[in-house]
C-alpha cells in the first residue's frame, strides 16, 4: 500500500522525537476537527478520519437515524438517510462530510498549534515512561550549567538536575565536565520531565562495582548491601555464589587496581569491603572492621540490637571518627550497635550480681502482721524486692490476701524505700549538728546536757515502746479480723 507524502513526514517525526506514529496521527485529526468545529460554528457530533493514502483528514457529522426527529442536529429521518447511504437503517448512524479544504488561514494556523501541542506532550510522556524505567541506573552526562548549587545536565534526550543536597562535599565541577550519576527519580515540571541524578545513592557505589568487577557484572560475585556516608567513607557487604572465588579479593583486585578506579570516580572517598554473612553477630563483627572484635551478642533479635565487646584499646577504632564506623556498621547490617570495651563490660556484670544478691527480708517492712507475712513466704515471695516487683492483682490471686490487704502491702513496701532513700540524709544532718553543737558548748555544759538528755530520752522511750506495743497489739487484731472476713 502506498502511502501519501504526509504520512510519511508523520512517520519520521515519531522516530526522531521517539513517540508513537499513531499519537501524532491522532494529533493531526484532533487538530482539523478543531478547525473543522470552529469555522462551521458547529455543535454537532463531528468525527474525522486520517486517509493514509491521499493524507487527506476527513471530517464527518454523525447523526442518529430515527422516525420521528426531535433535535435537527444529532438526529436524522430515516428517508433523507437513505438519499446519503441507501443502506441506512432506523437507530443506526450516517456520516455527513464536511468540506475541509474551505477551512482558511486561520484554521490551519489553530491546527498547527494543536498538533504542536498534543506532539510535544506525547514527547514529555515517552520521556517520563523511558527514565522512570530506569531508576537504579547510572548514566554518564555532560554539564551544561549551574542554577544556585544545582547542576543542570544534558542527558542526550532529556535534562537532569544534581541537587546540591546529591552532590558530595569533596567534589566540584564545572559547565562542560562529564560525569557519573545515578538515577533516583523523575519529576514532572512545566518545562517537561525532569531527570533527577545523584552522586550520593549507594546504587552509584553498586554500579561502579558492576563496571570494574566482572565477577560482580556476571553475577558470581553480589553485592549484598552498602552505606555510604558520602565523601568520607563507604562500606558494602558481598558474598560470592562459587566458593572458589573470594568475593573481597575478587572486589579489590591486584594490588587493589579494581577498587582505587572506584575510589578516583568518588574523589578519594574510602571504601571498606567486608564479607557477608547470615549470621547477625558474625556479620557485625565484619562489618566494624577494621577494628578487632572479641565478641557479638544478640540483645533484642525482634527489635535488631546487638552489643559488640571490643578490647579497650580497640574500643576508639570500632567508634570511629565521630562515630562513623559503627554509624555506617549499623546502616549496612539493619541492627542497632551497642560496643563496650571488656573493662565497661566486666563492671556492668559485677553490678548485675551485686544487685542479684542484695536480698533484704520481708520483716523488715513495716506495719505488716506475722500472718501476712507467712502467707506471702507460702506464696513463694521471700525478699522485698521481689515483694515490690510483684504486680497488685498477682498479691490479691494468694489465699488470705484480700484487695485491702494488698494495698496495705503495697504501701508498706512504698514507706519502706522512702525511709531508705531519707536515712542518708538524717544521718548526715544529725552528724552536722552534732558538731556543731560541740563546738559552740563547754565541755562541762555539754556533760550536764548529756546526762539531761540520757534521763529524758530513757523516760520517753519507755513511753514509747509501751504505746507501740499497745499500737501493734490492737493492729494485729484488726488485720487478724480482716484477713477471717476476707477468706
Keep these: 500500500m502506498t502511502t501519501s507524502v504526509l504520512y510519511q513526514q508523520i512517520d519520521q517525526l515519531s522516530r526522531d522525537k521517539g513517540i508513537d506514529p499513531s499519537i501524532v496521527v491522532s494529533a493531526v485529526e484532533d487538530a482539523v476537527l478543531v478547525a473543522t468545529r470552529k469555522f462551521y460554528k458547529s455543535v454537532e457530533d463531528l468525527r ?44 443506526g448512524e450516517v456520516k455527513i462530510q464536511k468540506p475541509t479544504d474551505v477551512l482558511g488561514r486561520i484554521a490551519a494556523q489553530t491546527a498547527k498549534q494543536v498538533i504542536l501541542q498534543k506532539v510535544r506532550e506525547a514527547e514529555r510522556d515517552s520521556i517520563f515512561a523511558e ?36 552532590q558530595s562535599r569533596l567534589e566540584n565541577f564545572a559547565p562542560g565536565d562529564r ?44 553485592i549484598k548491601m552498602a552505606a555510604r556516608d558520602t565523601g568520607e567513607r563507604s562500606k558494602i557487604a558481598v558474598y560470592s555464589k562459587d566458593r572458589d572465588v573470594d568475593p573481597v579479593g575478587a572486589c579489590v583486585g591486584m594490588k587493589g587496581s579494581r577498587v582505587q578506579a572506584i575510589i578516583r570516580e568518588l574523589h578519594g572517598e574510602k571504601i571498606d569491603i567486608i564479607a557477608y554473612s547470615e549470621d547477625p553477630s558474625q556479620f557485625a563483627m565484619n562489618a566494624l572492621s577494621p577494628a578487632k572484635i572479641s565478641r557479638a551478642n544478640v540483645i533484642d533479635p525482634i527489635e535488631k540490637h546487638l552489643e559488640v565487646i571490643v578490647e579497650t584499646d580497640q574500643l576508639s577504632l570500632a567508634i570511629g571518627k565521630k562515630g562513623q564506623n559503627v554509624r555506617l556498621a549499623a546502616k549496612l547490617t539493619g541492627w542497632k550497635i551497642d560496643i563496650k570495651s571488656e573493662e565497661e563490660k566486666r563492671a556492668e556484670i559485677e553490678e548485675q550480681m551485686a544487685q542479684l544478691s542484695a536480698r533484704t527480708s520481708l520483716s523488715e517492712l513495716p506495719g505488716l502482721t506475722a500472718a501476712i507475712l507467712q502467707k506471702l513466704t507460702d506464696s513463694g515471695i521471700e525478699t522485698i524486692e521481689q515483694l515490690a516487683d510483684t504486680p497488685i492483682a498477682e498479691l490479691t490471686n494468694i489465699k488470705g490476701v484480700g484487695p485491702k490487704s494488698a494495698e496495705k502491702i503495697i504501701e508498706s513496701v512504698k514507706e519502706y524505700y522512702t525511709r531508705q532513700s531519707e ?62 472476713q476476707e477468706e
Design 423 to 484: 536515712e542518708p540524709a538524717t544521718e548526715e544532718t544529725a552528724t552536722d549538728s552534732v558538731t556543731a553543737a560541740a563546738e559552740e558548748s563547754p565541755v562541762a555544759e555539754d556533760v550536764a546536757a548529756s546526762d539531761e538528755v540520757s534521763v529524758e530520752s530513757a523516760d520517753a522511750a519507755g513511753a514509747t515502746e509501751a504505746e507501740s506495743s499497745s499500737k501493734m497489739e490492737s493492729e494485729n487484731a484488726i488485720d487478724s479480723e480482716a484477713s477471717k
Design 179 to 222: 560525569i557519573r550519576g545515578a538515577i533516583v527519580r523523575v519529576e514532572k515540571t512545566t518545562r517537561g520531565p525532569q531527570v533527577i541524578i545523584s552522586r550520593i545513592d549507594p546504587a552509584l557505589l553498586k554500579k561502579l562495582f558492576e563496571m570494574e568487577v566482572p565477577e560482580v557484572y556476571d553475577g558470581t560475585v553480589v
Design 131 to 166: 527514565y522512570t524505567g530506569r531508576i537504579g541506573e547510572v548514566i554518564t552526562c555532560l554539564v551544561k550549567r549551574m542554577e544556585g548549587g544545582d547542576l543542570i545536565l544534558d542527558l542526550g534526550t532529556a535534562e537532569g538536575r544534581l541537587p546540591k543536597r546529591e
Design 48 to 91: 474525522s478520519t486520517f486517509n493514509k493514502e491521499t493524507g487527506h483528514v476527513e471530517v464527518f457529522a454523525i447523526k442518529k437515524v430515527v422516525e420521528e426527529v426531535t433535535n435537527p442536529i444529532r438526529e436524522i429521518s430515516l428517508p433523507a438517510a437513505r438519499k446519503i447511504d441507501p443502506e441506512a437503517q432506523l437507530d
